[in-house]
């Protein structure tokens, strides 16, 4: 009796643990999402058919397949041997591959496009681009949230990060935050203090300081060291947060670094009777400055910056020159920049001693709000050289340990100090594991992810410790977001050649063209090839559209394939209207914008917001009278025909092709019938406005 209860005991906990095991397994994650996906799926399609005319037409976007049958529950992998990818993403993420999805939650939703028909799944699997643990099953261990998994999923907004391991060329339109992450990496000097074979770079983007005694004030070193942001907004300098003492310790070794020099600066000195200018009106270094176009390559306050340019200067704010040089070396400087300063990017202008002085009052006149005019006195007392003691000697002593702490040589040249303290190299960096980033004790509760500790370390370098001496860059958090991104591309992973894309500029754009997915089904569909050519292969009914993604201004494109217009009057040939769907014409259009780009247009030139009403008259007068524009362009019906139609113009072309088109047309388009007319800077500036200018209205 006993041992029957005991079987039968054992028996039903058996049934019971194998009833359990079985529920457990029919809803695992996966296969949850999996029933859940074919029951929308066959409700998509229910409404479909009832929405259609006949019931077995098919999507335009999607290859044909048999709309009733149900996909098995099963595991779905890919498996790339060159990656050494395996990858089950598609387990859950159902509909990546299906256009039909893209408006569905995740992990339904539809792969973006067109990078899925760049990068095909059975070519390019998942994990080598979005990283993460490829045979999961589970979200968590999908993802590869675990902190012995050193690839975690990489979050989105920083997924440009893995475009870096086969593109050595990208740029700002191909990955915006990519190309301006690995910029503020060489702008702010990173590498001075950090190794990163990927962004090599030997420059250095401070100034020398050997004689700097001769050519900055000693109460501009002492403010410029506490707070360098006050001086400038555009400094790249960082703030180190140096106390008092030690600033004036580090003033104290640039002094004595100097004094072992002559002072080259002054061949004669010049006394105040001798410098009648000085107390003149600065009018006129003004009106010179604007006329030499110094705001170019600097920012002048007060003088507001012409046309449509804005971008990073190459000089340093003269804003507050006035407070920081010393008048009679700005004087020699502007005369002849190298012989003062020998690795200067400032040419020599060939100005008179009168300009000269007149440039100089102007710029000794930008001073610190609330400073005293800039009178021929003496330093403070307290900033004064000091005669060599004891207590003199420790504090350049003091100074240069300083110095070296901080690897100030990293951006700056100076004669004594060889070698500083640098941070540790970045090569690899993405490909370590979490458990190597070092937290501290984390008295902020950042997150535990590596992408997190990037920014945070960015934008509070002793966010995890105080006794770090990371200085603190004053940037933005978007900036901070696109180095962080930069940084997260440093991976230490092995990259077949085969996936390798060069520079190589016909054949990168050959391979831009994708022959599988939905833009690849389209644009066989289309014979887009037939009228087009691309890199050179292709017909030569229409114009070559290997560039075309850097020619047009954003959406455009898909509203002319929607609704084509007239554009060259003087061509039989037209673009046909192919019927094509909102959605179809917005993929393609996104595909050509993204893709067919030209990699050496300069970007970020032009701003059209900041047109003035006289550059848009002198504009038009040079199209209609001193070039003759106008023989050859119909403005609203009225011109010839043999070039293209320009009303509606700033509609369709960008700002920053058109400016490299005007500068040198057979340059930007081979083919171009366009003569170079040699324009000048200010007039390519001016057309450029004035055809930007030309909308619904041709002005």
Known sequence: MRKSVFFGLLGFGIIASFTLLFFEE????????QREFQRIKMTMIKEEIQNTSSGNRESRLQQPQDRGSRSRVEIKQVYVKELDAIDRCQSCHLGMTDQRWVDAPQPFTHHTEPMLSYHPIDRFGCTPCHQGQGFGTTTRGGHGLDENWKDPFLPLNYIEGSCNQCHAVLTFREAPLLSRGKYLVKRLGCLGCHAARAFDSEEKIGPVLNRIKFKAKAGWI???????GDYSAETRMPTFDFKDEEIRDIQEFFIDLGSKDKNIYIKKPVTREQRPFFFKDTANGKKLARSLACTTCHTIKGIEEEGFFKSDKIGPELSKVGSKLKTEWLEGYLKDPSAYQPKSKMPKYRLNDREIQELTLFLASLRWEGEDAPEDKK????????KANNTNGERVESGMRLIIKSNCIGCHEIRTIKEGERGPAWDGLASKAIRKFDFGNNPNQIERSKSAWIKSKILKPRSFRDSLKMPFLDI???DAEAITTALLSLTDKKIPKSYMMGNNRVTYLRDRIPMKGPVGNLWTELKCLQCHSVGGDGGDIGPDIALEGSRVKPGWMAGYMMKPEMIRPISPARMPDLKLSEE????????IEMALIDNTLPLGIIHESKVSKKSLTRGKKLFSRKYGCIGCHQVDGKGGRIGPDVSRLGKRLDGDWLHAYLKDPQSTLPDAMMPNFALTDGEINKLTDYLLSLGDDGR
């Open 222 to 228: 002492y403010r410029f060291l506490k707070k360098p």
């Open 476 to 478: 933005s958090d978007k």
């Open 584 to 591: 179809e014409a917005v993929l393609l259009g996104n595909f």
């Open 26 to 33: 029919r809803n695992r994650e996966w296969k949850k999402y």
């Open 379 to 386: 330093e403070p007392s307290s900033l004064q050289p000091k």
